[in-house]
């Protein structure tokens, strides 16, 4: 089991990444000090996912620097509390149950009780013995997200794991998720505003690469600072942006 370590705050400073000269995120600064869940929103190519990477420890950023209470984002101890869900499920070719174990004997958390546990919140416990790829999109999304909740985190990074998903599936992961930001900090990357109305106590709002704003909830959705969020809220039609 891994000694608890306090990863927040999350600060982001100045932080700038780049490919082949093409600037995709630019002079970047945030700071998250807080449990919940934080939103990050913008139009397509904004950086969102590129930003979650960059969190996660998995990109390095060419300028800048990203800390968890002091601690760099590659550092292993700040990777192991955290987890990380991608938009297309990424599973074990095992049975369900065997994704649970397979985390839980890793980080020795538990046996099969705290597997049936994690299972039955979502709503898995009667496939367990299924293959985990028989699944349907929307369960094998939901078969991430336990095993992502097993290695028991204190942040979780989703990069939108709703998109695609029917509205009762979404539901059920909406459901797992507000249950467990009462215990961690989650960071979501999403473009469905709705969601973001339900879950998320702060708004991360990226434009072109660059923090167009950061507020807390009411504040952007009812009077949003920039101009960018203003015409993304109303579904205003935005040209001349790469797509991603």
Known sequence: ML???ELLPLVVADVSFSIDRQALLANL?????SRGVTAIM???????SLLLRLLHGLLSPNSGRITWNDRTAADLDTRRHQSMVFQKPVLLRRSVAANIDY????????????????????DLLASAKQPAHSLSG?????????RALATQPQVLLLDEPCANLDPGSTA????????ASQHIKIILVTH????????????????RGQLAEHSQHDSFFDQPASSAARAYL?????TDRSTG
């Open 3 to 5: 000694e608890p370590i």
């Open 29 to 33: 600064s945030l700071r998250l000090n």
């Open 42 to 48: 913008g139009h397509n190519g904004a950086g969102k």
């Open 103 to 122: 985390v839980l004997k890793l980080r020795k958390l538990g046996g099969h009780a705290e597997r049936d546990r994690l299972l039955r919140e979502a």
């Open 138 to 146: 929307g369960e094998q999304q939901r078969l991430c997200l336990a």
């Open 172 to 179: 059920r992961i909406e459901q797992m998720l507000i249950a």
């Open 192 to 207: 469905d505003i709705h969601q973001a109305r339900r879950l998320a106590e702060d708004i991360v709002f990226l434009d």
């Open 234 to 238: 109303s579904g205003t039609l935005v």
